[in-house]
C-alpha cells in the first residue's frame, strides 16, 4: 500500500461533517456523520491539522500501542501560548494520570493502586444502599407525574458513591458536581473560547477545594483513599509541599473521571432502557443479561466520543503519513459502529459478545473501569427489580459537546 499526502482538499473535505457535529442536532444524533466519516476510509485528514481515525482496527492499534503517547506538558508547550493547549485548565490537566507518559505515568499510577476486587465489593455495598435510597425517592415522585431521571439518581449516584469513598462533606457534592460539568470544557474535542473561561475558573475552584482536603488530611489522617495517596507520595517525595500537590492532581483526576462519565453511562443506559419496552421486557424476564445490557451501552453510545493521542516520531497510519508531534483524534464512538468489527453496528443488542474501547486501552485503560460497571449494573438491576416500567416522555437535550457527551435531563413517566 502506498503512503497518502494531505492535500489541502482532503482536509476541506472533511470540514463541513465536523461543523456538523458541533450543531445540536449533530451533538443529538452523531451517528449518521461518523458513518460518512468512516466511509471516506479508516482514517481521515481533520480540518484543523491532525488527523481523525474512525476504523476499530487503527483506534485499537493506537491505543494498545506504547508508540502514540498522550498530549502531555511538554508537547502542550510546544504548541505556543496562544493556542487552547496552553489555556491554565489545560496545564493543570497536564499534570494527572490522564495526560501522562511513561516513566512518569507508571509511578503515578503505582501510587494510585488499583479498584481491586476487595475495594469494589466494599464499595459495592455502599453502591447498593445509596441506588436504593435514589430509587425509593424517585419512586415517590413518579407517582405525581414526569420526573428527571438522570438529575435524580444518573446523576447523584456518582457523586455520593465517590463522595463517601474520598470522606467528601455531603454538603459539598453538589457543588463539586456542577465544577465538574464546567471543568470538562477543556478536554473538549474544539472547545470554543467562552468554554474555556468556564473551564479555567473551573478548574481553579477545584484546585483549591482539592488542596485544601489533602492539607487537612495530612493534619487529621484517616482510614480512607487521600490518606493512604499521601502516605505513598511521602515515601516517594521528600519534598511535602511536592508530595501534597501530588495527591491533589491524583484526587482531582479520580474525581473528575468518576462523576462525569460515570452519570452520562447511567443517563445513556437508562435511555436505551425506557425507550424501548421490547428491552424492558427483555431484561427483566432475564436479568443475566444486565452486564451484556451495560457493555452494549458502552459500545453503542460510550459517554466519551473522542481520544486523542500524538506521533512522537513519524510514522504510517491507515496508509497516511502522521509527523512527529501531529494529534490524531480516535473516534472510538465512530469505531464502535464500524460493520468491520461489528455485524449489524446500528442495532442494540445487549447479547452481542462485547468490544469496545470506552475504557480507552494499553497503559491507560480507565482505572474505574470495575467501578463503573458496578455502579451501571447495580442500578440497571434496581430499576427492573423495584420500578414499574418507564416510558420516555420527550427525546432528552445534550449538552454542547463533542468529545465527552452527557444528558441534560432524560424525562420519564409511568408506562
Same mark, same amino acid.
Request: charged residues 25%.
Given at each position: 500500500m502506498g503512503v497518502a499526502t494531505t492535500p489541502l482538499y482532503d482536509r476541506r473535505a472533511s470540514a463541513s461533517l465536523f461543523s456538523r457535529l458541533r450543531t445540536a442536532r449533530g451533538q443529538a444524533d452523531p451517528f449518521p456523520i461518523y458513518a460518512e466519516l468512516l466511509a471516506r476510509g479508516e482514517v481521515v485528514p481533520a480540518p484543523w491539522g491532525g488527523f481523525a481515525v474512525t476504523g476499530f482496527a487503527a483506534c485499537d492499534q493506537v491505543l494498545r500501542s506504547r508508540q502514540w503517547l498522550e498530549p502531555d506538558r511538554e508537547w502542550r508547550e510546544r504548541q505556543g501560548a496562544g493556542t487552547r493547549w496552553n489555556a491554565?485548565?489545560?496545564?493543570?490537566?497536564?499534570?494527572?494520570?490522564?495526560?501522562?507518559?511513561?516513566?512518569?505515568?507508571?509511578?503515578?499510577?503505582?501510587?494510585?493502586?488499583?479498584?481491586?476486587?476487595?475495594?469494589?465489593?466494599?464499595?459495592?455495598h455502599n453502591v447498593e444502599r445509596t441506588t436504593d435510597r435514589l430509587l425509593d425517592a424517585f419512586t415517590e415522585r413518579i407517582?405525581?407525574? /414526569?420526573?428527571?431521571?438522570?438529575? !435524580?439518581?444518573?446523576?447523584? *449516584?456518582?457523586?455520593?458513591?465517590?463522595? $463517601?469513598?474520598? @470522606?467528601?462533606?455531603?454538603?459539598?457534592?453538589?457543588?463539586?458536581?456542577?465544577?465538574?460539568?464546567?471543568q470538562v470544557f477543556t478536554q473538549e474535542l474544539l472547545p470554543s473560547a467562552s468554554q474555556l473561561a468556564l473551564s479555567d475558573t473551573a478548574t481553579a475552584e477545584?484546585?483549591?477545594?482539592?488542596?485544601?482536603?489533602?492539607?487537612?488530611?495530612?493534619?487529621?489522617?484517616?482510614?480512607?483513599?487521600?490518606?493512604?495517596w499521601i502516605r505513598a507520595w511521602d515515601a516517594i517525595e521528600p519534598d511535602r509541599d511536592k508530595a501534597?500537590?501530588?495527591?491533589?492532581?491524583?484526587?482531582?483526576?479520580?474525581?473528575?473521571?468518576?462523576? /462525569?462519565?460515570?452519570?452520562?453511562? !447511567?443517563?445513556?443506559?437508562? *435511555?436505551?432502557?425506557?425507550?424501548?419496552? $421490547?428491552?424492558? @421486557?427483555?431484561?427483566?424476564?432475564?436479568p443475566d443479561l444486565v452486564p451484556g445490557f451495560v457493555e452494549e451501552t458502552l459500545r453503542y453510545d460510550p459517554p466519551t466520543h473522542v481520544i486523542s493521542r500524538v506521533a512522537p516520531e513519524d510514522t504510517v497510519l491507515g496508509g497516511f503519513e502522521i509527523r512527529r508531534d501531529e494529534m490524531v483524534h480516535l473516534m472510538v464512538a465512530a469505531a464502535h459502529r464500524d460493520p468491520a468489527r461489528?455485524?449489524?453496528?446500528?442495532?442494540?443488542?445487549?447479547?452481542?459478545?462485547?468490544?469496545?474501547?470506552?475504557?480507552?486501552?494499553?497503559?491507560?485503560?480507565?482505572?474505574?473501569?470495575?467501578?463503573?460497571?458496578?455502579?451501571?449494573?447495580?442500578? !440497571?438491576?434496581?430499576?427492573?427489580?423495584?420500578?414499574?416500567?418507564?416510558?420516555?416522555?420527550?427525546?432528552?437535550?445534550?449538552?454542547?459537546r463533542v468529545a465527552f457527551r452527557r444528558l441534560l435531563n432524560l424525562d420519564v413517566a409511568l408506562a
Open positions: 491554565p485548565s489545560s496545564r493543570e490537566m497536564s499534570h494527572t494520570l490522564a495526560a501522562l507518559n511513561a516513566p512518569d505515568h507508571t509511578r503515578v499510577r503505582r501510587a494510585a493502586g488499583t479498584f481491586d476486587r476487595s475495594t469494589v465489593e466494599r464499595i459495592g407517582r405525581t407525574g /414526569e420526573a428527571d431521571f438522570s438529575e !435524580l439518581v444518573c446523576e447523584e *449516584l456518582p457523586v455520593a458513591t465517590i463522595g $463517601e469513598w474520598l @470522606g467528601l462533606p455531603r454538603a459539598d457534592w453538589p457543588t463539586l458536581r456542577q465544577l465538574t460539568h464546567d477545584l484546585r483549591s477545594y482539592f488542596m485544601e482536603l489533602v492539607r487537612d488530611r495530612r493534619a487529621h489522617p484517616g482510614n480512607d483513599p487521600v490518606t493512604g501534597d500537590e501530588a495527591v491533589y492532581f491524583l484526587v482531582l483526576f479520580v474525581v473528575l473521571a468518576a462523576l /462525569e462519565t460515570t452519570a452520562t453511562l !447511567l443517563s445513556t443506559m437508562t *435511555l436505551r432502557l425506557v425507550e424501548s419496552p $421490547e428491552r424492558w @421486557g427483555m431484561v427483566a424476564d432475564d461489528h455485524a449489524d453496528p446500528d442495532r442494540f443488542d445487549p447479547a452481542r459478545v462485547p468490544g469496545h474501547l470506552a475504557f480507552s486501552g494499553g497503559i491507560h485503560y480507565c482505572l474505574g473501569a470495575p467501578l463503573a460497571r458496578l455502579e451501571a449494573q447495580i442500578l !440497571l438491576r434496581g430499576l427492573i427489580r423495584h420500578l414499574p416500567r418507564l416510558t420516555l416522555v420527550r427525546p432528552p437535550s445534550m449538552a454542547p
